[in-house]
Protein backbone atom coordinates (compact mmCIF):
# COMPACT_ATOMS: atom_id res chain seq x y z
CA UNK A 1 0.00 0.00 0.00
CA UNK A 2 1.33 3.32 -0.65
CA UNK A 3 0.32 6.31 1.38
CA UNK A 4 1.09 9.94 1.14
CA UNK A 5 0.56 12.54 3.53
CA UNK A 6 -0.57 16.21 2.20
CA UNK A 7 -1.01 19.96 4.10
CA UNK A 8 -2.76 22.52 3.86
CA UNK A 9 -3.30 26.00 4.47
CA UNK A 10 -5.76 29.01 3.67
CA UNK A 11 -6.03 31.97 5.17
CA UNK A 12 -9.29 34.89 4.41
CA UNK A 13 -10.64 38.45 5.89
CA UNK A 14 -13.27 38.79 7.95
CA UNK A 15 -15.92 40.78 6.54
CA UNK A 16 -19.07 42.47 8.18
CA UNK A 17 -22.39 41.15 6.54
CA UNK A 18 -20.44 38.14 5.06
CA UNK A 19 -22.00 34.72 5.74
CA UNK A 20 -19.66 32.93 8.17
CA UNK A 21 -19.36 29.67 6.48
CA UNK A 22 -16.65 27.49 8.14
CA UNK A 23 -16.80 23.60 7.49
CA UNK A 24 -19.51 23.30 5.20
CA UNK A 25 -21.88 25.48 7.42
CA UNK A 26 -23.04 28.81 8.34
CA UNK A 27 -22.49 30.02 11.66
CA UNK A 28 -24.35 32.57 12.86
CA UNK A 29 -22.20 35.51 13.87
CA UNK A 30 -21.34 39.16 12.15
CA UNK A 31 -18.79 38.53 10.15
CA UNK A 32 -17.89 36.11 7.77
CA UNK A 33 -14.84 35.60 5.29
CA UNK A 34 -13.81 37.16 2.72
CA UNK A 35 -13.08 35.59 -0.36
CA UNK A 36 -13.89 34.88 -4.47
CA UNK A 37 -16.18 31.72 -3.78
CA UNK A 38 -17.82 31.06 -0.58
CA UNK A 39 -14.89 31.25 1.58
CA UNK A 40 -14.89 28.38 3.60
CA UNK A 41 -11.12 28.40 4.84
CA UNK A 42 -11.53 25.16 6.58
CA UNK A 43 -12.80 23.08 3.01
CA UNK A 44 -9.90 25.40 1.09
CA UNK A 45 -7.10 24.01 3.74
CA UNK A 46 -8.80 20.24 3.16
CA UNK A 47 -8.44 20.36 -0.70
CA UNK A 48 -4.84 21.69 -0.83
CA UNK A 49 -4.06 18.37 2.03
CA UNK A 50 -5.67 16.14 -0.55
CA UNK A 51 -4.49 17.75 -3.06
CA UNK A 52 -0.77 18.17 -1.57
CA UNK A 53 -0.80 14.53 -0.85
CA UNK A 54 -2.04 13.60 -4.94
CA UNK A 55 0.81 15.80 -6.12
CA UNK A 56 -2.01 17.31 -8.01
CA UNK A 57 -0.57 20.98 -7.38
CA UNK A 58 -2.95 23.15 -5.01
CA UNK A 59 -6.55 24.87 -5.06
CA UNK A 60 -5.70 28.09 -7.16
CA UNK A 61 -4.45 26.04 -9.75
CA UNK A 62 -7.62 24.19 -10.19
CA UNK A 63 -10.47 26.66 -9.40
CA UNK A 64 -8.20 29.91 -9.97
CA UNK A 65 -10.38 33.18 -8.68
CA UNK A 66 -10.00 34.86 -12.04
CA UNK A 67 -12.42 32.37 -13.22
CA UNK A 68 -16.21 33.50 -13.17
CA UNK A 69 -16.87 29.66 -12.98
CA UNK A 70 -16.29 30.01 -9.60
CA UNK A 71 -17.77 33.08 -8.24
CA UNK A 72 -19.70 32.32 -5.05
CA UNK A 73 -19.42 28.92 -5.36
CA UNK A 74 -19.95 26.67 -2.53
CA UNK A 75 -16.45 24.99 -1.68
CA UNK A 76 -18.63 21.93 -0.71
CA UNK A 77 -18.47 21.47 -4.27
CA UNK A 78 -14.85 22.23 -5.15
CA UNK A 79 -14.14 19.58 -1.89
CA UNK A 80 -16.50 17.13 -4.31
CA UNK A 81 -14.29 17.59 -6.99
CA UNK A 82 -10.88 17.42 -5.26
CA UNK A 83 -12.32 13.98 -4.10
CA UNK A 84 -12.89 12.53 -7.47
CA UNK A 85 -9.45 14.12 -8.95
CA UNK A 86 -7.50 12.46 -5.90
CA UNK A 87 -9.66 8.94 -6.65
CA UNK A 88 -9.31 9.60 -10.47
CA UNK A 89 -5.57 8.87 -9.85
CA UNK A 90 -5.92 5.93 -7.45
CA UNK A 91 -5.74 7.44 -4.18
CA UNK A 92 -8.75 6.91 -0.93
CA UNK A 93 -8.36 9.37 2.02
CA UNK A 94 -7.26 7.81 5.36
CA UNK A 95 -8.07 10.59 7.65
CA UNK A 96 -8.12 14.27 7.87
CA UNK A 97 -6.97 16.53 11.01
CA UNK A 98 -7.61 19.99 11.28
CA UNK A 99 -7.50 22.94 12.90
CA UNK A 100 -9.17 26.64 12.63
CA UNK A 101 -7.69 30.09 14.22
CA UNK A 102 -9.93 32.37 14.95
CA UNK A 103 -11.78 34.29 17.82
CA UNK A 104 -14.87 34.54 17.48
CA UNK A 105 -17.21 32.92 16.80
CA UNK A 106 -16.75 29.88 19.14
CA UNK A 107 -16.55 26.31 16.82
CA UNK A 108 -16.58 23.92 19.90
CA UNK A 109 -20.71 23.76 19.42
CA UNK A 110 -20.62 23.16 15.14
CA UNK A 111 -17.86 20.73 15.20
CA UNK A 112 -20.03 17.66 14.97
CA UNK A 113 -22.19 19.79 12.35
CA UNK A 114 -19.21 20.12 10.16
CA UNK A 115 -17.67 16.97 10.29
CA UNK A 116 -20.97 15.19 9.37
CA UNK A 117 -21.49 17.23 6.11
CA UNK A 118 -17.71 16.67 5.62
CA UNK A 119 -17.84 13.19 5.91
CA UNK A 120 -21.17 13.18 3.36
CA UNK A 121 -19.24 15.08 0.54
CA UNK A 122 -15.93 13.12 1.12
CA UNK A 123 -17.77 9.87 1.41
CA UNK A 124 -15.61 8.55 4.29
CA UNK A 125 -16.37 7.52 8.29
CA UNK A 126 -17.37 10.40 10.46
CA UNK A 127 -14.42 9.33 12.52
CA UNK A 128 -11.80 9.72 9.86
CA UNK A 129 -12.22 13.75 10.36
CA UNK A 130 -10.91 15.60 12.75
CA UNK A 131 -11.51 19.53 13.64
CA UNK A 132 -9.95 21.49 16.62
CA UNK A 133 -10.27 25.11 16.99
CA UNK A 134 -8.08 27.57 19.00
CA UNK A 135 -7.81 31.55 18.70
CA UNK A 136 -4.60 33.50 18.46
CA UNK A 137 -4.48 34.83 21.90
CA UNK A 138 -5.52 38.14 21.21
CA UNK A 139 -2.24 38.67 19.17
CA UNK A 140 -2.07 40.07 15.37
CA UNK A 141 -4.69 39.83 12.54
CA UNK A 142 -6.39 37.03 14.15
CA UNK A 143 -6.58 38.31 17.40
CA UNK A 144 -8.14 41.53 16.12
CA UNK A 145 -10.88 39.60 14.54
CA UNK A 146 -9.64 40.65 10.60
CA UNK A 147 -9.26 36.99 9.69
CA UNK A 148 -9.37 33.31 10.06
CA UNK A 149 -6.56 30.34 9.25
CA UNK A 150 -7.70 27.10 8.78
CA UNK A 151 -4.80 24.07 8.53
CA UNK A 152 -5.16 20.55 7.77
CA UNK A 153 -3.51 17.62 7.03
CA UNK A 154 -4.43 14.38 4.86
CA UNK A 155 -3.77 11.08 4.61
CA UNK A 156 -4.25 9.04 1.62
CA UNK A 157 -3.27 5.54 -0.30
CA UNK A 158 -3.32 3.49 -2.62
CA UNK A 159 -3.36 0.10 -2.84
Known amino acids: MKMRVGFGFDVHQLREGRPCILGGIEISHPKGPLGHSDADVLIHAICDALLGAA ?6 FHFPDTSSEFKSIDSKILLAKVVELI ?32 SDVM ?37
Not at 55 to 60: A, H, S, T, V
Not at 90 to 118: C, R, W
Not at 128 to 143: C, H, L, R, V, Y
Open 87 to 118: RSKGFEIGNIDTTLVLEQPKINPHIDAMISVL
Open 55 to 60: NLKDIG
Open 123 to 159: GIDLDAISIKATTNEKMGFIGREEGVTAYAVALISKN
